[in-house]
């Protein structure tokens, strides 16, 4: 027998009967404008959460909660996400404006931030950074929203 016919089948047959055909709904790829829309969402929502004495609970638990959390805005982008370690603030928070764009981003321990503390304009434009140490600010710099850094806060939240 010859070995290319039999080669030929092996390899046209499964592209006949699995090529042919259309796809189901289920299959469909997602348009890429929607897919941008959606956040990917880990964690509880932090309405599902209740902050008793400084400490933040599931509702309904008397367990401090330990975990990602999230928070939307009404048009449904993500309004900032953080962990939590014992029902406290614990690791990396991020925040986003409402247009999509980073509005913060820090690091928290023991309920306090750490290192440094980044704020974004919502046009981008970075707006501020801050060093923290023991909960203490060390430094800052600050940036109006062209870019251009200023010597104060007041100044840099100025439009």
Same mark, same amino acid.
């Not at 330990?66 to 449904?76: H, M, P």
């Not at 406290?88 to 409402?98: A, I, S, T």
């Not at 981008?124 to 060093?131: I, S, V």
């Given at each position: ?10 390899? @046209? ?104 503390? @980044? ?41």
């Amino acid at each position: 027998m010859n070995p290319v016919p039999l080669f030929l089948i092996i390899v @046209t047959l499964p592209l006949l009967l699995g090529g042919c055909g259309e796809k189901s709904v289920n299959e469909v790829e997602p348009e890429e404008s929607v897919a941008e829309t959606k956040p990917e969402l880990k964690g509880v929502n932090q309405d599902e959460l209740e902050q008793r004495e400084s400490i933040w609970y599931l509702k309904g638990s008397e367990t401090p909660y330990t975990g990602k959390a999230f928070k939307l805005y009404e048009n449904g982008q993500k309004k900032h996400e953080g962990n939590f370690k014992d029902g406290k603030p614990d690791g990396l928070f991020v925040g986003w404006h409402e247009n999509g764009q980073k509005k913060d981003e820090v690091n928290i321990k023991d309920g306090y931030g750490v290192g440094l503390w @980044t704020k974004w304009h919502e046009n981008g434009q970075k707006w501020m950074e801050e060093r923290y140490m023991d909960g203490e600010s060390i430094s800052a710099k600050f940036w109006n929203s062209k870019g251009e850094p200023v010597d104060t806060f007041e100044e840099a939240e100025a439009e």
